[in-house]
């Protein structure tokens, strides 16, 4: 008798250990609603973390581009400034060159003039037309001297000038580059703002799924 009391004890143990283990499995297997909002929240808040931190680094890295387009164009400024600087004191000795040049050019053709004259009046080998003669050739030697200089200071200037293009469209490059970087980090600034709504909405909508209130 009491066997059998055992046994029938042993299997109702057994009956009602099988429909816990249903029941659970059935749950695992389907889950609520409730558990499926559950798993979509949280699934929802990994992916909202996920794009905060890659639009973080985005507007990290465009920071960074601008900073760097800025000492850029600042470089670039200064540059041509300095090479503006150049030009116009180019311009100065170009200028001065051409005067002394010109000047030495007048005192040639008056020494030319008074070795004629001489010449003439003292003879191709008097005193008067040997001085006339030295004073000449230093006169043409100053000449030819300012000549060398007008071309070197022309050669600096269409270098100065060449510089001075090409820094102004690295400026206008900077600025463009820079209007550019500044586009992008507003941008990723407002995805931030955008994640941040959405990662708090996600994180109300779980802890709403997990409290749900009854009526």
Known sequence: ????????????????????AGAANAQSQDPTPQQQDVQSDRKDIRKDKR??????ADHNQDQRDINKDERDLN????????DQRDINHDRTDLNKDRVDRNKDQRDINRDKNQ?????????????????????????RVDRNKD?????????DLNKDRADRNQDQR??????????????????DQ?????????????????HRDLHPKHG
Do not use: E, P
């Not at 794009?51 to 973080?56: H, I, M, N, V, Y």
């Not at 470089?75 to 300095?82: H, P």
């Not at 001489?118 to 005193?127: E, M, Q, Y």
């Open 147 to 155: 000549q060398r200089d007008i071309n070197h200071d022309r050669a």
């Open 51 to 56: 794009d905060l931190s890659k639009d973080r």
């Open 190 to 206: 407002r995805d931030i703002n955008k994640d941040k709504r959405d990662l708090h909405k996600d994180r109300k909508d779980l």
């Open 115 to 139: 070795l004629a004259q001489d010449d003439k009046k003292f003879g191709v080998n008097s005193a008067q037309a040997q001085a006339d003669r030295k004073d000449l050739h230093k006169d």
């Open 75 to 82: 470089k670039d400024r200064a540059d041509r400034n300095k």
């Open 1 to 20: 008798m009491k066997g059998n009391h055992c046994i029938a004890r042993s299997v109702l143990g057994f009956a009602f250990a099988g429909l816990l």
């Open 170 to 187: 690295d400026i206008n490059k900077d600025k463009r580059d820079l209007h550019t970087d500044r586009t992008d980090r507003n941008k």
